[in-house]
């Protein structure tokens, strides 16, 4: 399989961190990190108010910005939800659907996420996709059938066009903030189940044009291991990403 058809993502997900002003300034400092850095795509995945400022300080720089979720519906009485429409006039180009936190403690399940993924796409925004098994389905030996299930649940119904606009992350629930790392090993494997499931759904051409990121305590020190294996396309940042010097060590890494 050659990877270098594909293109490396790397990305940052604040989660819930920084006010507008502190992104204003942590956007600002990454792009003059990551100026001229253009052996992958940069993206960062902020909170909903701080989108207008992390756009305005992103602008003209090959940084790009995200959101970190999206309701399904166009529009209507669904308070606190933000649409795709709303999302993509604001600026943002990705928006991450799926994570393990939405899904672990905001009810987000593989039919939601079908369903964000659909309404995003639908709009034009380019979606994030994660997944990925928690402890005990590692522990019990059930990791490739837990993913290519939700690769499976989350995809339905997408069309081999709508599947470019999509980025898969996978992510082990047991990895994230917790500073366990999968190894490069583990990381590719999955990725590569992941890939497979792809193949199977639709074609080997559109899986091996497919970018799956792996994301769990990647950073500085483990993101060049990482990203040398075939299956694993770039990676989902949490925590590094919110300090511009660490997160472009991992950009660098990219290259
Ligand atoms: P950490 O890098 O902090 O483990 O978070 C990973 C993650 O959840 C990215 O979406």
Redesign the pocket.
């Known amino acids: 399989m050659d990877k270098s058809k594909r293109k490396v993502v790397i990305a940052g997900?604040w989660?819930m961190n920084m006010t507008p002003s502190e992104a204003k300034a942590a956007v600002a400092e990454t792009a003059k990190l990551v100026e001229g850095k253009t052996g992958c795509e940069v993206i960062l995945c902020v909170p909903f108010v701080d989108i207008a400022s992390a756009v305005e300080a992103a602008k003209g720089t090959n940084v790009k910005i995200g959101a970190q979720n999206v309701h399904f519906e166009a529009k209507g009485a669904f308070t606190g939800e933000i649409s795709a429409a709303m999302l993509l006039e604001t600026g943002v180009e990705y928006v991450?659907i799926g994570?393990?936190?939405r899904r672990q403690y905001f009810g987000e399940t593989d039919e939601t996420v079908n369903k964000r993924t659909k309404a995003a796409l639908a709009a034009g925004l380019k979606v994030i996709l994660?997944l990925g098994e928690v402890l005990e389905q590692r522990q019990s030996g059930i990791t490739s059938e837990i993913v290519s299930m939700q690769t499976k649940l989350d995809l339905a119904g997408l069309t081999a066009d709508e599947m470019k606009n999509v980025i898969i992350?996978y992510?082990p629930v047991w990895?994230?903030?917790?500073g366990l790392t999968a190894t490069p090993d583990q990381a590719d494997e999955v990725c590569g189940i992941i890939r497979e499931t792809i193949a199977g759904l639709y074609t080997k051409e559109l899986a091996d044009a497919t970018v799956i990121q792996y994301?769990?305590?990647?950073?500085d020190g483990n993101a060049a291991e990482l990203l040398s294996k075939v299956n694993v396309d770039g990676g989902?940042?949490?925590?590094?990403?919110l300090v511009p010097a660490k997160f472009s060590k991992i950009v660098d890494a990219a290259q």
Not at 215 to 219: K, R
Not at 236 to 241: K, P, W
């Open positions: 997900n989660k991450i994570h393990s936190e994660c992350a992510e990895a994230i903030g917790t994301g769990g305590s990647m950073n989902l940042i949490g925590g590094a990403s």
